[in-house]
């Protein structure tokens, strides 16, 4: 897209930013940012180095962390068991119960990491140069610290909320969403309307060099995996026969290559680009501001890379193959795998009728679907996505924010058919090269977005939950109890923490 130039017009003038709402100012005055912020860096430095790879994900020991960090604070959480060693948590502070819970989601496990080649140890949480590395620094430690941060925040102050918060992590988000699965089971006892998850991000240098583009994920594609399996007679591999099954699935597979995939732009794609042409200005801001011009003029750019093409189109990607064993044995049986991503709207239904459609002329061929999600979304005319919004760009004269939807799936895909509005957005703001390292090599955060972060998500969490005529705080809790002298921690609260952090 850095290439849709056009003749850079003065046409356009960029959108006023809209004020911060004058009770959200009145609360986060009288928060020692800096001192946030440091303790921010240090929780994340210590959840870092608590060893959650998955698999086998072992994040019984992050909600221990989690836990642990939360009972400084007299905060109680709760464990949900999925397996041995698997744990998700939830904690909540309670509101007047006006409106219903928010939920601060986040999810407790990380991808595995190729450590050789890291400059750091990944599960280390080292600090250099301003930033702090390890798995999970971005997807999704950091944004797990802040939420607890933001939690622990608003409990400290006694801030009157006019709804519960809840603080869910979750275990297994990359391998098979067990975690959120089984949350959702529970969900009389959660109850959340609107939840802050993963997502979007903010990017610098996006689109255009010194915009920053920070996208708020609204929905997210669905699902459909499915393998084509060919059949035909075993044999020998001396001897050819007719309708063999490797040679069916080449011709299947060549068939289902011809597929050309349709362009179909959602309305909130559109308004992020509209949003972005708007603060752009120009005469490239004007073409990203309507639909006409858009569909004529910026389509072909869209279609043109595999990113931006996955966001408007029905995408089928070939993934794999299996079922040859030996050089001399014709198999019976052999299978192309497929991940398919769908826009709303189209149905998993649908996209196995286009294969079945692509591949009518060949014999022997038949389909087994192994994932069909629909994809869901969440309205952009919500108060949370208008505070999220408003907390990526302020004081950010040159960012701009807008919805998105998302080519892969988060555990907010389970939450939305129980009606709650879900929006994925972590508030840093990263270069590519750094958001780059997610599930790549050396990720890493710094130490400055953990502080801007912390301090963004809560202005938005309390522009939606705090009553705006409300000005004083709570009634102080009562004094902690005394410490029983002879209380051990149980063995199964000190697992997996680092050495260097045990008690
Ligand atoms: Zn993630």
């Known amino acids: ?30 928060v020692d940012w800096k001192a946030l912020g440091d303790e921010s860096v240090d929780v994340l430095a210590e959840y870092l180095a608590v060893d959650t790879v998955n698999p086998p994900g072992n994040e019984a020991r992050g909600a221990a962390f989690l836990a642990r960090e939360l009972a400084k604070d007299r905060i109680e959480s709760k464990r949900y068991v999925l397996s041995e060693g698997r744990e998700s948590l939830v904690a909540r502070i309670p509101g007047s119960g006006d ?3 928010l939920c601060l989601l986040s999810h407790i496990d990380v991808v595995p990491a190729e450590e050789e080649r890291w400059d750091q140890d990944p599960l280390s949480g080292a600090r250099v140069d301003g930033y702090l590395y390890g798995r999970g620094a971005l997807d999704m430690k950091g944004m797990g610290a802040l939420e607890l941060q933001v939690l622990r925040q608003l409990h400290r102050q006694r801030v009157p909320l006019n709804r519960d918060i809840v603080l869910v992590a979750v275990a297994d988000e990359e391998v098979d969403n067990l975690g959120m699965k089984q949350i959702v089971e529970h969900w009389d006892e959660i109850g959340c309307s609107h939840m802050v998850n993963e997502g979007g991000l903010g990017i610098r240098d996006a689109l255009f060099d010194g915009q920053a583009v920070h996208a708020i994920s609204t929905a997210e594609k669905g699902v459909f995996w499915v393998d084509m399996i060919a059949e035909g007679p075993a044999g020998h591999g001396s001897t050819e026969d007719e309708g063999e099954a490797p040679g069916r699935l080449l011709e299947a597979m060549q068939a289902v290559a011809t597929r050309k995939a349709k362009p179909r732009i959602e309305p909130d794609m559109y308004t992020l680009l509209a949003n972005i042409g708007a603060h752009k200005g120009g005469f490239t801001g004007w073409v990203l501001r309507h639909r006409w011009t858009v569909n004529l003029l910026a389509k072909g750019q869209l279609m043109g890379n595999s990113a931006t093409r996955a966001t408007i189109t029905d995408t089928l990607h070939l993934t794999g193959m299996s079922g040859a064993n030996s050089h001399n044995v014709v198999p019976s049986e052999v299978r192309a795998r497929y991940d398919s991503r769908l826009l709303p709207g ?15 002329k060949v014999d022997g061929i038949s389909f087994e679907v192994f994932h069909d999600q629909l994809s869901n979304g969440s309205p952009v005319d919500d108060p949370l996505f208008a505070a999220l919004s408003r907390y990526a760009v302020e004081g950010r004269p040159y960012a701009v924010a807008g ?12 939450a939305r058919p129980l009606g709650v509005h879900a929006y994925g957005y972590v508030p840093f703001e990263v270069s590519e090269e750094d958001a780059n390292t997610m599930h790549g090599h050396n990720e890493r955060v710094s130490e400055e977005n953990v502080h801007e972060g912390v301090r963004r998500l809560y202005s938005a969490v309390v522009e939606v939950s705090v009553n705006p005529e409300a000005r004083e705080p709570l009634p102080p809790l009562p004094p902690p ?3 029983e002298p002879d209380k051990e921690p149980r063995p199964e609260d000190l697992e997996g923490l680092p050495e260097q952090f045990a008690p």
Do not use: N
Request: net charge negative.
């Open 99 to 101: 409106q219903p819970p």
């Open 481 to 483: 109890p005394a410490p």
């Open 403 to 414: 919805p998105v939807l998302s080519v892969g799936f988060t555990d907010s895909i389970f």
């Open 1 to 30: 897209m850095t290439t849709v130039l056009f003749l850079a017009l003065a046409l356009a003038k960029p959108p006023e930013p809209q004020p911060t709402p004058e009770y959200v100012e009145h609360w986060r005055s009288q």
């Open 346 to 360: 189209t149905t998993g239904d649908e996209m196995l009728a286009e294969l079945e459609h692509l591949t009518r």
